[in-house]
């Protein structure tokens, strides 16, 4: 199993980013997969998360209305586009992969395979 994250980088306030998760080995009618941010001192957050046919999508409140994850099941692709970005998003971005039998949507605990990261920086 591989994912892989793209599209990071540095945008104004009120700007947009998409980013990509490119996946290999397994398929979204069996594992979730979910987008978490970090910043240095704390754990990961989760953001967004998408699982099952036809995908159910979760959002933290803090994103709701900005952000949007989609996956593409002829790709192999999720991707999380972010509008109205704000410095508080700025972070290291993961996504990460989980069964759906076991999927708690931001629980990164419980996920089994990650992605190295994309940096997100907002600035004001």
Not at 37 to 55: K, L, T, W
Not at 73 to 100: F, H, I, S
Request: with cysteine.
């Amino acid at each position: 199993v591989q994912l892989v994250e793209s599209g990071g980088g540095l945008v104004q306030v009120g700007g947009s980013l998409k980013l990509s998760c490119t996946t290999s080995g397994f398929f979204f009618d069996d594992y979730a997969v979910g987008w978490f941010r970090q910043v240095p001192g704390n754990e990961r957050a989760g953001v967004a998360s998408i699982g099952g046919a036809p995908g159910r999508t979760h959002y933290v409140d803090s994103v709701k209305g900005r952000f949007t994850i989609s996956n593409d099941k002829v790709m192999n692709t999720v991707d999380l586009q972010m509008d109205d970005l704000k410095p508080q998003d700025t972070g290291v971005y993961y996504c990460a992969a989980e069964e759906l039998g076991d999927w708690c949507p931001f629980s990164a605990a419980g996920y089994d395979y990650w992605g190295r990261g994309t940096q997100v920086t907002v600035s004001s």
